[in-house]
């Protein structure tokens, strides 16, 4: 059953598809009708033609400029920095922001030997340099790296007039204190705010 164990490795290079999972999916891609699966490689091959990168953010799109930066009502002012496209989406579903966004498509990894060079920050300064901005707001993840990259962006843009800021961390809504680790609890109380 080389096929078979091909389509399970093949799945498994998928992020988040483990072992197990990848088995499950390609059980059910081969008991699924010819036509599912076939509007399946279809979608994919579809997909890797018409998808690139925004000309202006990065985000991904069909078109020569994205729907949010086509957009007059966002405010071209503010420019939130994201690490994936996925970020864009969760930022677009809590509807607090109303900006532009620019996506470096990763982070300073260099454990995994990704360095400033392999994102899209030279993209982000030539915004900033063209002018009209006057926040840059660093929303990347709050893990070792996603802290290491808003450092670096921050060392960057320092040098330019505009302001930086960071997106707050700290207690989730609903959260109890209790459960919560030490570095959680150490950064909601430096970014305590007054009320």
Do not use: W
């Not at 998808?51 to 086509?70: D, F, I, K, P, Q």
């Not at 454990?111 to 900033?128: F, H, T």
């Not at 707001?137 to 960057?156: K, N, S, V, Y």
């Not at 997106?167 to 009320?195: F, H, K, M, W």
Request: one cysteine or more; a neutral charge; hydrophobic letters at 40%.
């Amino acid at each position: 059953m080389k096929s078979f164990e091909r389509l399970v490795q093949a799945l498994r290079r998928l992020p988040g598809v483990g072992p197990k999972q990848a088995e499950r999916l390609a059980i059910h891609l081969i008991r699924s009708p010819v036509t599912e699966s076939e509007a399946l490689a279809d979608s994919i091959r579809e997909a890797k033609s018409r998808v690139r990168t925004c000309s202006v953010c990065m985000n991904y799109t069909e078109a020569e400029r994205c729907g949010l930066c086509e957009d007059p009502a966002r405010d071209r002012g503010l420019i939130c920095v994201v690490e994936q496209p996925a970020d864009v989406g969760a930022l677009e579903r809590s509807r607090a922001f109303k900006g532009l966004y620019h996506v470096l498509h990763g982070q300073i990894a260099p454990l995994s030997g990704i360095g400033p060079d392999s994102l899209r920050i030279g993209e982000l300064l030539a915004r900033v340099k063209a002018g009209g901005v006057r926040e840059v707001i660093l929303a990347t993840d709050p893990d070792t790296e996603g802290e290491a990259t808003a450092l670096f962006l921050h060392g960057l843009l320092k040098a330019h007039p505009v302001k930086v800021t960071r997106i707050a961390q700290g207690v989730p809504l609903g959260g109890d204190l209790d459960y919560l680790d030490e570095q959680t609890l150490s950064c909601a109380l430096n970014s305590r705010r007054e009320i």
